[in-house]
């Protein structure tokens, strides 16, 4: 593949040439006729600049259509085999890998690598060296990688590359840290933010430009899609839905601030809610294993949900509730057309999504509600390490 291409964002030809390939991310495929009158070039500088993309291995030539009439148009479609993304999913105690051809299909999804996460630069570049393993496992050669895309928890700045989350160094944005160690284009993204997108990316045609995607896991975050592309804010530090000051209690969050509503909206309002009842004698299944470790893990109340026990439902149910109060509101606010909650409490399936709805319902003008469909992720666990994927592609063809 010609570097050229990739470094010049200066020529007029390479910015149609992008323009070109943001046409088949969206349409799939494209006749030069349907270039030309979309691009509003001439059909002659179209023709020409399709060759030098299949020369340089970014278009495929993808046969003739079928027409009423005439002679049949050849169309044009990204070349699946002409490099590849990686997006990685980082937590605190695992993170997961997903690689995508050069179409976007996902082609390998490898999940729950386990590895305990420090803010240190030895850490990043630990995982750094695991995810080159992997892939290189995978069958696919490194130097077929065209970029990387790597979401983490928290506030992170796309811009600057910095995680506050996981701070490394004032001297060394952590983007630095995955650019040296990969030695390939690297995006580093909130996690909220990168499920937003892939979510968004992997409805095509059913999409809304105007989405918020709600995750719910041991926190609470929020990637807003506004106009058809991912909303930053000032700072960079958008969607942090979990810190607003709405609930009227005295917990402690982990922000150090009180009221936020990640202390009754999240899996560790879950587990809180959980515990308190277990240490009162609630019955439940999970009695035995609090019993025994004076604890039980997220996953655990979560696999008990799943199994339907009733403490596990009854809390997940008022998480669900405190939820969809802050979800009317984002919806006063924003009023986009789709809202999908992911993240790792969504296998709780209707006992977390109807008293979602239900709230927003009764809590939310009506107009804007009746607008807006509340649904659970496509993509669940996959879902931030595919807009890994999808945005380091478009960082990387200039397409952002």
């Known amino acids: 593949m010609a570097s050229s291409f990739l470094n010049d964002n200066s020529s007029k030809n390479t910015l149609i040439k992008r323009e070109l390939l943001r046409l088949c991310i969206a349409h799939q495929s494209y006749s030069i006729a349907d270039f030309s009158k979309a691009l509003s070039i001439s059909v ?3 023709t020409k600049l399709i060759g030098e993309l299949i020369e340089d291995n970014f278009l495929q030539d993808e046969g003739k259509i079928g027409t009423s009439g ?12 002409a490099g590849y993304f990686v997006g990685v999913d980082v937590a605190r105690h695992h993170f997961h890998i ?5 179409k976007g299909e996902i082609i390998k999804f490898i999940q729950d690598i386990e590895f305990v996460l420090e803010a240190s630069e030895l850490s990043f570049r630990t995982i750094c060296r695991m995810v080159k393993d992997e892939v290189t496992r995978c069958g696919i050669p490194w130097t077929m990688v065209l970029g990387v895309g790597v979401s983490l928890s928290g506030r992170v700045n796309p811009e600057k590359g910095y995680s506050l989350t996981y701070f490394v160094s004032d ?19 909130n996690d909220s933010r990168a499920m937003a997108y892939g979510e968004y990316m992997s409805l095509g045609k059913q999409a809304d430009p105007n989405m918020i995607f709600i995750n719910i896991s041991w926190g609470l975050g929020m990637g807003i899609i506004m106009g058809g592309q991912l909303f930053y804010g000032k700072s960079g530090y958008s969607g942090e839905l979990g810190h607003f000051p709405a ?7 982990r922000c150090g601030k009180v009221g936020c509503l990640e202390t009754g909206a999240s899996g560790s309002a879950l587990h809180r809610m959980v515990v308190d009842s277990l240490r009162k004698g609630h019955s439940s299944s999970l009695l035995k294993t609090y019993e025994k470790k004076g604890d039980v893990e997220l996953e655990e109340i979560l696999r008990a949900v799943e199994e339907g026990d009733v403490l596990a439902i009854d809390c ?44 927003v319902n009764r809590l939310c003008l009506s107009r804007v509600s009746s607008d807006t469909s509340i649904v659970l992720s496509r993509l669940d666990r996959m879902a931030a390490s595919v807009g890994d994927c999808l945005l380091s592609r478009d960082k990387v063809l200039g397409l952002l």
């Open 44 to 46: 002659p500088t179209i």
């Open 70 to 81: 005439g002679r049949r148009p050849s169309v044009y479609g990204l070349n699946p085999e």
């Open 98 to 102: 997903a690689i995508s051809n050069f």
């Open 171 to 189: 001297d060394l944005p952590l983007k630095d840290i995955f650019q040296k160690e990969f030695n390939v284009p690297v995006n580093i993204e």
């Open 247 to 253: 609930l009227n209690n005295d917990i402690i969050c």
């Open 316 to 359: 997940i149910g008022k998480v669900g509730d405190t939820l969809g109060r802050g979800i009317a509101g984002v919806l006063n606010v924003f009023n986009p057309g789709l809202v999908v909650i992911g993240g790792r409490l969504i296998v709780g399936k209707d006992y977390l999504l109807l008293p979602i709805k239900t709230a």
